[in-house]
């Protein structure tokens, strides 16, 4: 017997949730429900009724989740109004006045998921669900952040609105699609064919380290994976997902619903708090101000003893974070972090020359654009130097480090490490793999390769100029299994 259909409601929060469940859902999995709905009232405000369906069944290899849902059709004009109108936060004020002059769709008009159409007034309330939410139940949910994450992944989709498709995967436009840049800051409406990374952002002088997929190939096959989620990222809830890769949602995913047209709790969540000024700025978090946009200048950013949103902007920045939860993006500039002393934290060097320092474990690092250096901590980290020409250095534990693009090099240091390369990474040396420990060489899948004993050194060649290199490793000496595709 199905569990009992059920409203969903939080203090402070105008955001109401009308869920039905089908008869495979257990008590664990409505738990995880109420998690993430929970998540969305506790970050916004808006009084807009949701109503959902919620299953669990079979899906495909390779699919955690599915949704379904309705959309509304507008025209660019409409749309653009109604998020003006609806624009409280700094943010939001931004992304409305950088919105380009003509309708990129030319005429042919922006989908609105259902509910995110009610709360710009572009539609009313239907007697449809507004979104049906499965899980596969193939895989092995713990139904805790693992499915709380997915959840949240698809929810996002298909009510508030975090959609993509360009024209490409379907015939009109998303709302989404007007937020999507360069490095240099102009929009890219190509899916990928291009061949440039996209990057959400604000406007074009406001972009975040978060990557967009790029759904379309050089020849434009589209490999129909969603436009609108995140691509190089691991435990975030707007990315890849499920048992394997539990994700929860960051500073920046709510950034993404704020300029939707979403309301935060707070609506001067995204300004420049913190006394900020153009000039060299010495600014510290508190208890109830925790967030700090530093600005212009070369700033100094202490984050305190709780957890930290801490953005060092334009300029070379020194940032440190507290002993508690760190999200720090140095954003432009040459900047200099540190995680503190609590570990767990996101560092994110942004474009620039960075230099970033995790302490403890379980922290996730990541270069972005410019020649990086990075520091793990004691081990569990998850490594990325982006773009440019990085020295990553792991910590004692099992550390996943990945080059990126550039000609990168790298050190496990101790633990059981995974050394990620892939077609077009450029050329990265290895200084310490040790097969003995439990390092391995994983590459994305599809990725050709050829396995050669040059001098001292084992070499996989992806072809291209793209290889990956074991300084001081025999090939013959090396176990089955070493190098494996994911």
């Known amino acids: 017997m199905p569990l009992a259909s059920e409203t969903v409601t939080l203090a402070g929060s105008g955001l109401v949730f009308v869920n039905s469940y089908s008869a495979n859902v257990t008590d664990a999995f409505r738990s995880a429900v109420i998690s993430a709905e929970n998540f969305f009232q506790s970050h916004f405000s808006d009084p807009v009724t949701i109503t959902a369906n919620f299953d669990l069944a079979p899906l495909a290899a390779g699919t955690a989740a599915h949704n379904s849902f309705f959309t509304i059709r507008t025209g660019y004009d409409a749309l653009v109004g109604a998020l003006r109108a609806h624009a409280t936060t700094a943010d939001d004020f931004l992304a409305v006045n950088g919105l380009p002059a003509f309708d990129p769709s030319m005429g042919v008009g922006f989908e609105v998921a259902t509910p995110e159409a009610r709360l710009l007034g572009l539609s009313s309330l239907t007697n449809a669900a507004d979104v049906s939410v499965t899980l596969n139940s193939n895989l092995p949910w713990s139904f805790g952040q693992d499915a709380v994450g997915a959840i949240e992944h698809e929810i996002s989709e298909g009510a508030f609105g975090r959609i993509e498709s360009l024209g490409i995967q379907d015939t009109r436009w998303a709302p989404l699609d007007l937020f999507r840049f360069t490095a240099a800051g102009a929009r890219d409406y190509t899916g990928g064919r291009d061949g440039l990374t996209t990057f959400f952002g604000v406007d074009g002088a406001h972009l975040s380290n978060f990557v967009f997929h790029n759904a379309v190939n050089a020849s434009g096959v589209d490999d129909g994976q969603d436009l609108g989620d995140w691509d190089f990222t691991a435990g975030d809830a707007f990315g890849a997902g499920g048992p394997a890769d539990p994700g929860s949602m960051s500073a920046t995913d709510l950034q993404v619903l704020d300029v939707l047209g979403w309301t935060p709790n707070t609506a001067a969540a995204s300004s420049g708090a913190g006394g900020a000024t153009a000039g060299d700025d010495n600014l510290t978090a508190r208890a109830g101000a925790t967030e700090i946009h530093a600005g212009p200048g070369d700033d100094t950013v202490t984050g305190w003893a709780g957890g930290d949103y801490l953005r060092g902007d334009d300029g070379n920045d020194s940032i440190q974070g507290g002993s508690g939860f760190d999200d720090i993006n140095g954003n432009k500039g040459d900047d200099t972090i540190d995680g503190g002393a609590g570990g767990g934290d996101w560092l994110v060097g942004g474009q620039g020359d960075d230099l970033i320092t995790a302490?403890?474990?379980?922290?996730?690092?990541?270069?972005?654009?410019?020649?990086?250096?990075?520091?793990?901590?004691?081990?569990?980290?998850?490594?990325?130097?982006?773009?440019?020409?990085?020295?990553?250095?792991?910590?004692?534990?099992?550390?996943?480090?990945?080059?990126?693009r550039g000609s990168d090099t790298v050190s496990g240091g101790g633990g059981a490490d995974i050394f990620h390369s892939f077609s077009g990474a450029g050329v990265d040396v290895i200084l310490d793999f040790n097969a003995a420990e439990g390092d391995r060489v994983q590459l994305d899948p599809g990725t050709s390769y050829m396995l050669n004993q040059v001098g001292a050194d084992t070499v996989v060649d992806m072809g291209d100029g793209d290889e990956l290199i074991l300084r001081n490793v025999q090939l013959a000496t090396l176990p089955q299994g070493w190098i494996f595709t994911l």
Request: proline share 0%.
């Open 359 to 404: 302490h403890a474990s379980q922290n996730i690092l990541y270069g972005n654009l410019g020649n990086d250096t990075l520091h793990a901590g004691s081990g569990g980290e998850l490594m990325r130097g982006g773009q440019g020409d990085d020295s990553i250095a792991g910590g004692i534990g099992a550390d996943w480090i990945s080059g990126d």
